[in-house]
């Protein structure tokens, strides 16, 4: 099974809301997670990341939460936009020593005006 | 502007064809990666390589192969062996680095139909 997973398939949330994104992890050997921001028809683009040795971390409208005593990550879109629209992917260095990375399933997030 | 290239962005093949995926990148990136996302799924890995010359099978490897010729392509073969090739096709390469910083940069995908 996915050793990474989201708890909500989509969100639809009005613009200016702040939009949270849930993302569980089954490895406590992960080191390094990342969200990815995939609009349709296109490949995935970098949003944020956060090692293991943080909580937290903050760019521009985004914060993602590492709990790592429940193996939950979170993302926090602040004052959503129209243009956040796109499905949302969590991935976890699985593997530290081979550098790859395991991705969860994705959680569709609908801004609406 | 350094990037990762794919092409085609669309690509056709009758069963029994095989087919080869074109990846690029010109970010001086030892790791090269190929996906398989299917609609509403996520990413599943098919092969990876971490350098030259070198390549190593991924999640869902059957039907499918790979070369590692030059540092900046990594072509995939989808094989008349691949029972369920209609997919898109995501190609990704990153920096060598093991459990820090090991960010993947995604081309912009093939989307291949077998009719």
């Known amino acids: 099974g996915e050793s990474v997973g989201l708890h909500l398939p989509t969100l639809s949330v009005q613009e200016g809301d702040n939009s949270i994104i849930n993302c569980a992890y089954s490895?406590?050997?992960?080191?390094?997670f990342i969200w990815y921001k995939q609009e349709s028809g296109k490949g995935p683009q970098f949003i944020i990341d956060?090692?293991?040795?943080?909580d937290k971390r903050q760019g521009q409208r985004v914060t993602v939460l590492l709990n790592k005593t429940v193996k939950h990550l979170s993302l926090q879109i602040a004052a959503t936009q129209p243009g956040d629209s796109a499905v949302y992917f969590c991935?976890?260095?699985?593997?530290?020593?081979?550098?790859?990375?395991?991705f969860g399933q994705g959680t569709i997030l609908t801004v609406h005006p | 502007d350094g990037g990762i290239t794919q092409s085609p962005k669309y690509l056709f093949r009758k069963e029994g064809q095989n087919v080869t995926l074109s990846c690029e990148q010109n970010l001086n990136h030892d790791a090269m990666y190929w996906y398989r996302q299917d609609p509403g799924q996520g990413l599943r890995l098919i092969y990876y390589?971490?350098?030259?010359?070198?390549?190593q099978k991924g999640d869902i490897a059957e039907g499918y192969s790979v070369s590692r010729e030059k540092k900046e392509s990594f072509p995939l073969t989808v094989t008349s062996a691949q029972k369920n090739p209609t997919a898109f096709y995501l190609c990704a390469s990153s920096h060598p680095g093991q459990g820090w910083d090991n960010e993947q940069f995604f081309g912009p995908g093939t989307r291949l139909t077998v009719l």
């Open positions: 490895n406590s050997a992960s080191d390094y």
């Open positions: 390589s971490q350098i030259v010359n070198d390549f």
């Open positions: 991935a976890e260095n699985y593997e530290p020593l081979e550098g790859k990375l395991t």
């Open positions: 956060i090692r293991s040795n943080m």
